[in-house]
């Protein structure tokens, strides 16, 4: 069968587009916690309106929870939200809120990344915008906690969401990469054929297997995340924005 030239790209997120917790440093100059601890102390002060807890047992059932979340992520390619992780830690706390209650805490966890936005790495914005004019652009990425609407707020203040005719979010989609179905949608949201289709990502599992399982070519991303560069099965691999464009032409030729 003879290959299809390239007409689309599909982008992971976090350490692929945006620099996962390049805003702890921010938030360290600004005096606040980091956000883990902020999401624990957001919990307990509203747990605690109800009930006396220790923060040592709010941190064991912290624990236990994100156990149960990286299980199911991992196991079988969901991914709880935001307000799905808080109903299973305050089941396990024997813990009620109100829906006023709830709803405060689940927004205020899922606004944390846009209150203070971490970075976009370097290269970005300007190979991105290139890029956007000869293919259709589409994200597909993973929601560990900030759900897909406020990620698409994220993208528009770092001025890119503008370049992305499709999002896929596992929050919305109903499954995580490497599922098809994270895919499928990026392909029916651009109308495009997945043997012309590339996948970015610094993953190989999430990204690459995932992506070349449903026949598209598969690009390593390794300018934030290497630790799969010596173990992939990427059709390349790419250490910066910099090289992208031509890896892309080499791809597509």
Not at 68 to 76: G, P
Request: proline share 3%; aromatic share 8%.
């Amino acid at each position: 069968m003879q290959a299809k030239r390239i007409r689309a790209i599909t982008f992971d997120l976090w350490d692929t587009i945006i620099d996962d917790d390049s805003d702890e440093p921010i938030r360290l100059i600004k005096g606040l916690r980091s956000k883990p601890d902020e999401r624990h102390n957001l919990v307990l002060v509203a747990i605690r309106r109800k009930k006396n807890i220790s923060s040592k047992v709010l941190a064991v059932g912290y624990k236990v929870a994100n156990a149960a979340f990286v299980k199911c992520w991992k196991e079988h390619s969901i991914t709880w939200t935001v307000r799905e992780r808080l109903e299973v830690l305050l089941q396990g706390l024997e813990c009620s809120l109100t829906s006023a209650e709830f709803d405060a805490l689940a927004s205020a966890q899922s606004q944390m990344e846009i209150d203070i936005p971490p970075k976009i790495l370097p290269g970005a914005k300007e190979v991105i915008s290139s890029l956007a004019q000869r293919f259709k652009l589409c994200i597909v990425s993973d929601t560990i906690i900030t759900p897909g609407d406020k990620l698409r707020d994220l993208l528009e203040f770092h001025n890119l969401k503008q370049y992305f005719s499709g999002f896929c979010f596992s929050d919305e989609v109903g499954y995580a990469k490497p599922h098809h179905a994270m895919f499928e949608s990026a392909t029916k949201q651009l109308g495009v054929d997945f043997r012309e289709m590339v996948h970015v990502g610094d993953r190989d599992h999430n990204d690459v297997k995932g992506a070349q399982a449903v026949g598209m070519k598969a690009i390593l991303f390794t300018a934030k995340r290497n630790n799969d560069k010596d173990n992939t099965s990427a059709n390349a691999i790419c250490q910066s924005y910099a090289d992208l464009p031509k890896i892309i032409k080499r791809l597509d030729s």
